[in-house]
C-alpha cells in the first residue's frame, strides 16, 4: 500500500472539501467573520480548492504538487497566526498545525 499517496488523497480532498464548505456552510461563514477574514472568505474558499486540487492532480504532475503543497504550508502557517491572534485554543490550532505538517511532508516527498 503506498501510504503517500492516500496522505495526499486524504490532504487533497480535504482541502477541497473545506473550501466547498467555506463557499456554503452558516458555520463557517461565522467563522470567517469572528477570525476577521469575512471580506476575503470567498478569495480563501477558492485558495483551498486550488490547492487541494493542485494536490490531487499533482499526483500525475510532480510539479504541480510541489507548487499546491507549498500554497498549502503557507495557507496553514497563515490559518495558525490568525487563530492566534484570535486568541483560540490550542485544540483549535491543532488541526491547522496538523495540515501544515502533512502538507510540508507532501512537500519535501514531492521535491526529493
Known amino acids: 500500500m503506498d501510504y503517500f499517496l492516500i496522505i495526499v ?3 487533497g480532498a480535504s ?4 473550501g466547498i464548505n467555506s463557499f456554503f456552510s452558516k458555520y463557517m461563514k461565522k467563522e470567517f467573520k469572528r477570525w476577521g477574514l469575512d471580506k476575503i472568505r470567498i478569495t480563501i474558499a ?3 480548492l486550488v490547492g487541494g486540487l493542485g494536490l490531487l492532480l499533482g499526483i500525475e504532475w510532480n510539479m504541480l504538487m510541489i507548487v ?3 500554497f498549502l504550508v503557507m495557507m496553514m502557517l497563515v490559518a495558525i497566526v490568525v487563530r ?3 486568541n483560540d485554543n490550542i ?3 491543532l488541526p491547522a498545525f ?3 505538517l ?4 507532501i512537500l519535501y516527498d514531492a521535491i526529493s
Open 15 to 18: 482541502f477541497v472539501a473545506y
Open 102 to 105: 502533512v502538507s510540508a511532508i
Open 91 to 93: 485544540s483549535d490550532i
Open 84 to 86: 492566534i491572534k484570535v
Open 46 to 48: 477558492c485558495c483551498q
Open 68 to 70: 499546491s503543497s507549498a
Open 98 to 100: 496538523a495540515y501544515l
Open 9 to 11: 488523497l486524504f490532504t
